[in-house]
Nanobody
């Protein structure tokens, strides 16, 4: 399974960005895709996860009501719509896939390369 994350960039506080994670390979075997992020000097943390198997979604309390995860099955792509961005959202964002949704990184099986999100004025 290969994952490609895109959509990162520089945005001002209060702004919005939409990240995309496109999967290829044995995607049917890994129906859950999650977003994780790692800020400088901090551990990687789970942000949100969605499973196409049962539509279960998990979202971290730190981004709830600001970030929305969605999926386009026809494109094998999962999106993370981020709004009301804060400086503390600055991090490298990664997508990963697994058989079940989880916000714990050791539960994920395959990882894509990250995309940088910088929130700054």
């Amino acid at each position: 399974v290969q994952l490609q994350a895109s959509g990162g960039g520089l945005v001002q506080p209060g702004g919005s960005l939409r990240l995309a994670c496109t999967a290829s390979g044995l995607t049917l075997n890994f129906p859950a895709i999650g977003w994780f992020r790692q800020a400088p000097g901090k551990e990687r943390e789970g942000v949100s996860c969605l499973s196409s198997l049962n539509d279960i979604t998990y979202t971290s309390d730190s981004v709830k009501n600001r970030f929305i995860i969605s999926r386009d099955n026809a494109k094998n792509t999962v999106y993370l719509q981020m709004k009301s961005l804060k400086s503390e959202d600055t991090a490298v964002y990664f997508c990963a896939t697994a058989t079940r949704c989880s916000l714990r990184e050791h539960d994920m099986d395959y990882w894509g390369k990250g995309t940088q999100v910088t929130v700054s004025s």
